[in-house]
């Protein structure tokens, strides 16, 4: 055994046996459906665009590995070639606007649906994934990914895929050749962005044990299906393996899902900072649920060491709340809760820091099945890789394992005390089968205050009420659904007012009055996705049939009417049927188009004088830009604000007001909502900022 402490991280190795024939990868609600290409009359795969990589160097690539060192980091088992490539539309058809080489064949399938398939090569590979640097797909529209004998299939992916960070990253599908298959209405060409930005060339790993004998674990790791693991269900289910992508390379660790104090199911998921640490890297993920054997092989045994090709449920994607490299934590958030049948559980936590008088560690060593260690005697606190106990120590000392061990792969897991409570995560040691040598763990407790932002600690997170509890136990996943974190955020632009009084449609309102405008594109609001929106002679973009009151009132409530989600561009009582018109109109094109809403000399109720303000709502992005040319109605109690509400409001009563009876609507002020995450809001209160 080398003498140099390793941090725990290996890639994929055996788990991509997971991916058993056939099975789509993404969870039961993707079951029944086969590629498109297996359920219509479309061309021979021979026929299909061919992209040709030049795979790796293997001696190459093999020197680096050497010069890396097995125990030295993370193993690397892939290299990503970058790739530029995009499906472009079929023949006759105008392309999304996104740039890149077009490659691929399109088909027309069935009336008014069109296949995309892209046949993609690199040779010797063990086995290929897929990073897609722009992905947006419309609703309606499906990807797989699949073997050309349809053995290895991911899949479908749709609109519920599309992620804020605009990435998507797919599993990896065996062998040296793999299709990207899409299929899309004619009519939601315009709305697509899909460019592949990296195809990663598996060069060991995904192999069976004979031929490369990394590929396996060491027998003497406990499978969680044994007796070892009986007192431990709840937190074994609350484990997964995931694997990422960082410079160049692919890589596997293990993680938790972890609980909060409002046990409110947001998949905060606890891993280790020396696997990834940006939030790029953290866009990449795979997630694996369920991988373990079904039965206990005896701990030594050739079975006990061999992986077995087990289905696994997967999903992808995370974003990176916090990370600190002390204690060697990072907390990812899951893009998507994990689906009902993966049966998940959120682990509780301690954070006392007490010793605990024993502990149990569940984890994925060499990315093979989930398997259970135990310490049964007290643990101590150290810095990382000491020996000596220190009352400041960042780490938990496993002196050696008295059942199982860990391996590169098992970094990031969950170590448990007696009372099943998570207090740390795997960072790194010496243990392995054969031996009685130490890991340390990360402790928990000094990650809570970590380095005492909301980016390097877990408290901000995992104690979002703010209760100052000290330990808690975990959940089943049947809490109240987790609160959104999404949020608009405001700052004054520079005024670039677009006049459509000569170019776009009158809508010809009365006082009090809306009108419906179907299908100009689809666009996110907080979390939803609109189609429909109603333009309100009082001034507001409303995103459900009904008028809105022409009282208004403070964000966030809903107005008399009910109106509940809602940009108030200048809620007051506006009456267009006593001079002035409003008018919309659509620019651009798909998936940058956007929709221009102006109220063009409306006077109020109460006055003769009318007002001109206009609202800019993006397609992609849902951001939207609201300018104020002439806010003056002759009344210093109307104008310029003084008696309207400006702010986003959505359905649930959560909102942003930008301004309530004040005269800050000034004449030439632009006002931009930004669509975001409420974490990267600080403070929490109105912030302007002027446009750089």
């Not at 190795?13 to 024939?21: E, G, K, N, R, T």
């Not at 797909?137 to 990807?143: C, D, E, H, R, S």
């Not at 609980?259 to 795979?286: E, K």
Request: include cysteine.
């Amino acid at each position: 055994m080398a003498t140099i402490r390793r941090p725990i991280a290996i890639t994929v190795m055996a788990l991509v046996l997971a991916f058993y024939s056939g099975m789509p990868v993404s969870g039961a609600a993707r079951k029944n459906m086969e590629p498109g290409a297996r359920r219509y009359p479309v061309a021979m795969l021979q026929t299909v665009d061919v992209l040709e990589l030049a795979g790796v160097d293997q001696k190459s690539v093999a020197r680096e590995d050497a010069a890396r060192g097995l125990d030295k980091g993370p193993y690397r088992v892939g290299i990503a070639n970058p790739v530029d490539v995009v499906p472009g539309a079929p023949a006759g058809v105008e392309p999304p606007a996104v740039s890149g080489q077009v490659r691929g064949t399109w088909e027309l399938v069935e009336p008014g649906v069109f296949m995309w398939r892209l046949r993609v090569v690199s040779p010797d590979a063990r086995w290929l994934s897929f990073g897609f640097s722009a992905f947006h797909l419309p609703p309606g529209a499906t990807l797989f990914v699949y073997s050309p004998d349809y053995e290895w299939v991911a899949g479908p992916y749709s609109a519920r895929d599309n992620d804020a960070h605009g990435q998507f990253w797919t599993p990896m599908i065996r062998g040296d050749e793999a299709v990207l298959e899409l299929t899309i209405k004619a009519s939601a060409l315009d709305r697509l962005r899909l460019s592949l930005g990296s195809v990663t060339h598996g060069y060991r790993g995904f192999s069976d044990a004979a031929d490369d004998p990394l590929a396996k674990s060491g027998a003497c790791n406990v499978d969680v299906a044994c007796a070892e693991g009986d007192d431990w269900r709840d937190q074994i289910r609350s484990v997964g393996l995931y694997t990422y992508s960082d410079g160049g390379g692919s890589y596997v660790c293990t993680g938790s899902l972890v609980n909060t104090t409002a046990a409110d199911d947001t998949p905060y998921f606890l891993t280790a900072n020396h696997c990834l640490r940006t939030g790029t890297v953290a866009a990449s993920t795979v997630f694996y649920w369920e991988y373990e054997s079904a039965t206990c092989r005896t701990p030594g045994s050739i079975d006990s060491g061999t992986p077995l090709p087990r289905p696994a449920a997967a999903q992808s994607g995370a974003l990176l709340r916090a990370t600190w490299a002390d204690s060697d934590f990072t907390l990812l958030e899951l893009d998507d809760p994990p689906e009902d049948n993966f049966d998940v559980y959120w682990s509780g936590w301690d954070r006392t820091g007490a010793d605990p008088a024993s502990a149990a560690c569940i984890h994925h060593p060499a990315g093979d099945e989930k398997r259970i260690s135990h310490e049964n005697d007290p643990l101590t606190t150290t810095d990382y890789g000491g020996e000596k106990e220190a009352v400041d120590g960042t780490h938990l000392r496993v002196a050696d394992w008295d059942s199982g061990t860990t391996e590169q792969g098992s970094s990031g897991s969950g170590l448990w005390d007696g009372n099943f409570r998570i207090v740390g995560q795997l960072h790194g040691g010496d243990a392995a089968c054969g031996n009685d040598l130490a890991d340390w763990f990360g402790k928990f407790s000094v990650s809570w205050s970590g380095g005492g932002a909301s980016a390097s600690r877990l408290s901000d997170w995992l104690d979002p009420l703010d209760t100052g509890a000290t330990a808690i136990d975990g959940n089943e996943g049947d809490g109240p659904p987790a609160p959104s974190r999404t949020t608009y955020r405001t700052r004054v632009v520079s005024m670039a007012f677009e006049d459509i009084s000569a170019t776009g449609t009158a809508l010809g309102l009365g006082d009090d009055d809306h009108a419906m405008v179907t299908d100009p594109f689809s666009f996110p609001f907080y979390d939803d996705v609109h189609t429909t929106i109603a333009i309100g002679s009082n001034g507001s973009l409303y995103f459900q049939d009904a008028t809105q009151d022409y009282q208004n009132a403070a964000i966030p409530g809903p107005d008399a009417s009910g109106v509940d989600q809602f940009l108030a561009v200048y809620w007051d009582d506006l009456d267009p049927s006593a001079g002035g018109e409003v008018y919309y109109r659509i620019t651009g094109a798909g998936p940058d188009r956007r929709l221009i809403v102006q109220w063009d000399d409306v006077p109020h109720h109460n006055s003769d004088a009318g007002g001109t303000f206009q609202a800019i709502v993006y397609e992609a992005s849902g951001d939207m830009v609201v300018q104020y040319l002439d806010t003056d109605f002759g009344d210093a109690g109307l104008d310029s604000g003084a008696s309207a509400t400006a702010g986003v409001q959505d359905s649930t009563g959560k909102g942003v007001q930008y301004s309530f009876n004040q005269a800050v609507l000034t004449d030439g002020l632009a006002v931009r909502y930004t669509r975001t995450d409420s974490v990267s809001i600080t403070p929490a209160v109105n912030l302007l900022l002027l446009d750089p």
